[in-house]
């Protein structure tokens, strides 16, 4: 049994009995990190790095039908008094965002998950507390990849206020160390009212930002974007005293293409796990070999790791 912990396993529908225990809503404390009356036996471990890839093969998924996980969590939301405006306050490890962090699930958000939907901030953001608790925390990636909160750094807040997002950005680069070694920045930027999602990728020792749009197009189409990380860098630097020895250079990505409106979403948290999957510091212009095109049951793979990771940290 104990080898399974944390595993999916096959298992007969009429077998399957959800816990009918429902964690009350914890009170969010500036400061703390996971409530740990949510967090699972299996996520205090940690796990040694290795390639999402061969992670993912635990779970069973058909592309454009519902996993077992998936009917799983289904069924235990409908049960749950979160279908009748109950919502969950999850507090996440400190590390995913340099900072105290929390999110409002709500059942918004797993519907968004269940259909396929577009995905908001909060079910972005949790899963990439997934992927820094399954393949990062307690490793060396720690030191070569770092998250950004789509929720301080997106176009509506630059236009309303653009230096307080330049110095929210600086602020998450000063909480990282001192960045002399090459690492990543991801920033999964909104651009705004809810519409188009690109992956920002800065690696701030090379002075190099990647830029990965789902859809045709490079980050011309958000000047003010790149006018702030641009500036964001440069007083980074500033402020660390590292010389600037030339000019920030941005690359964009030949990445793969979504080909409806609802996918960029998914699309951006596939990024990133393709990038820390392979543990790649330098992208590619033409992107990875392994993972030229997407389709649907990868970006599949997305929802079923999500709904495992929520039924581990009984969430719902």
Known sequence: MRDAVGSFVGWPSDLIFPDVETPTRPTHKVGKGISRRIESVASQKEVPGRKLKSAAKDIPTTSGTKSQIMMRLEKMVDESDIMHGAIRSIDFDEGVFGAAHFEIIAKEDMQQLFEHDELGIAVIHTYIWYMYVTLMRGTELCNRFNFIAASRINATLITKNPTSVKNDLVDRFMAAGDNTTPSLYFLPFNSGNGGHWVLVAMDLSRLIVYYLDSLSGDWSKYPSMKKTVDAAIIK?????????????????????????????????????????ALNRIDIPKMYFEEYKSYSRAYLDEIKDELCQFIVDKRII
């Not at 005293?241 to 998914?266: A, E, G, H, L, M």
Request: aromatic fraction near 14%.
């Open 236 to 276: 980074f630097r500033s402020k660390k005293n590292y010389r600037n020895r030339k000019d920030i250079t941005w690359v964009r990505v030949q990445c793969p293409q979504q080909n409806n409106s609802v996918d960029c979403r998914f699309f951006v948290l596939r990024f990133m796990r393709d990038i820390i």
